[in-house]
């Protein structure tokens, strides 16, 4: 009989991706509510599942305070994008198509880098950054970031260069071109979206950063947003409305840049997964 009614079969796995969807959501949904909630109804037994008596003090907050945060936040995350970029970028072109001698070794390392704890690689920039006096700045909070993204972004460059045709790097050869410029004016262009994707997840990465910023940031003069959230929370004090509002506001860069490039990082994120 299911053969028969493939329509209402699709009802049933449609209705279930909406339940699910639903459900993952909630939290989302949840910090929109107490975001507008007042100070008084938190501790209302049942909670309102609407903003019955709905109040904006959460987000003059965010306007009050934490702008300055969010504005660090911004810089250091462009910075870890553009240091990945530079970075990966020709990492990845010449262990895709240079193939230096060691390459193998180079990228089962970059494997091995990605399985370190976060608080270990802190622990050791705030020992290198304490001789440097780097602590407590946005450069070295750009670098520490980057960390974390150039090795996926090596591998992501990688296998997307891996499958630029021969045929069109020998073309810019004939025609004079070094390898520098090949990178520059072949290469890179053609790895639009491994670009995008290495982007959007550097950038995330460093936006949602915590252990780099406490550790190597704390306490000084340029914190970025993961922070001021914190701030909000304390033995004796907790301004949920607050903290839900710096939340969404924090959340609405990176949702939109997401949004806006879920199709190039679909296609960088799969690149080299099937072969000619």
């Given amino acids: 009989m299911n053969s028969l009614n493939p329509g209402g079969r699709t009802g049933w796995k449609t209705a279930l991706a909406v339940v699910l969807t639903a459900v993952m959501l909630f939290p989302v949904y949840w910090m929109l509510n107490v975001s507008f909630t007042r100070d008084q109804d938190m501790r209302r037994s049942p909670p309102h599942l609407f903003p019955v008596h709905g109040t904006l003090a959460g987000y ?65 920039f705030y020992a290198v950054y304490l001789s440097l006096g780097l602590l407590q700045s946005v450069p070295g909070l750009i670098v520490a970031d980057s960390t974390l993204a150039v090795p996926f972004a090596v591998l992501i460059f990688t296998a997307f260069m891996s499958g630029i045709p021969g045929e069109l790097l020998q073309a810019a050869t004939v025609d004079g071109a070094g390898v520098l410029r090949t990178f520059w004016s072949v290469v890179l262009p053609t790895s639009r979206n491994a670009v995008v994707t290495v982007s959007l997840f550097a950038f995330l990465w460093s936006w949602s950063d915590f252990v780099f910023a406490s550790t190597l940031a704390g306490g000084g003069a340029h914190e970025p947003i993961t922070l001021g959230i914190y701030h909000y929370i304390g033995n004796n004090n907790q301004e949920w409305n607050a903290i839900m509002a710096t939340a969404v506001v924090a959340s609405l860069p990176a949702a939109v840049i997401l949004v806006l490039a879920q199709r190039y990082v679909a296609a960088g994120v799969t690149a080299g997964a099937v072969k000619d």
């Fill in 60 to 124: 003059r907050a965010v306007l009050d305070q934490q702008l300055p945060y969010l504005a660090t936040s911004l810089v250091v995350a462009l910075g870890t994008v553009v240091l990945t970029v530079a970075v990966a970028a020709p990492a990845g072109y010449a262990l895709a198509k240079l193939r230096p001698r060691g390459g193998g070794l180079l990228g089962f390392l970059l494997l091995v880098a990605q399985m370190i704890p976060g608080i270990i690689m802190a622990m050791g």
